[in-house]
Nanobody
Framework: VQLQASGGGLVQPGGSLRLSCVAS????????MAWYRQAPGKQRELVAR???????NYADSVKGRFTISRDSAKNTVYLQMNSLKPEDSAVYYC??????????WGQGTQVTVSS
């Protein structure tokens, strides 16, 4: 199983980006899909998570600006990011967590918010 993230890039403050992450291979019984991010010199942090059981949750710093969604039939998770700020700059990683307790990580996609 491989997770392929895409959609990152350079955007001006106030702009928008949409990240996508698709899983290839045989993957079943996905409980949650999530996006994390890691900025230089900082720990990886949860940005948004969508679960078939517990719904969605967001980091306080992105509430009202980011929206996570999933297409389970396509094993794909999206992150719509609006009103981007320089502090949103980071490498964004997708994560799929299975009911079995196994999880998978994508390779990361760079998001840079700068004028």
């Amino acid at each position: 199983v491989q997770l392929q993230a895409s959609g990152g890039g350079l955007v001006q403050p106030g702009g928008s980006l949409r990240l996508s992450c698709v899983a290839s291979g045989n993957i079943f019984s996905i409980d949650a899909m999530a996006w994390y991010r890691q900025a230089p010199g900082k720990q990886r942090e949860l940005v948004a998570r969508i679960s078939s059981i517990s719904g969605t949750n967001y980091a306080d710093s992105v509430k009202g600006r980011f929206t996570i969604s999933r297409d389970s039939a396509k094993n794909t998770v999206y992150l719509q990011m609006n009103s981007l700020k320089p502090e949103d700059s980071a490498v964004y990683y997708c994560n799929f967590y299975l009911f079995s307790g196994v999880d998978y990580w994508g390779q990361g996609t760079q998001v840079t918010v700068s004028s």
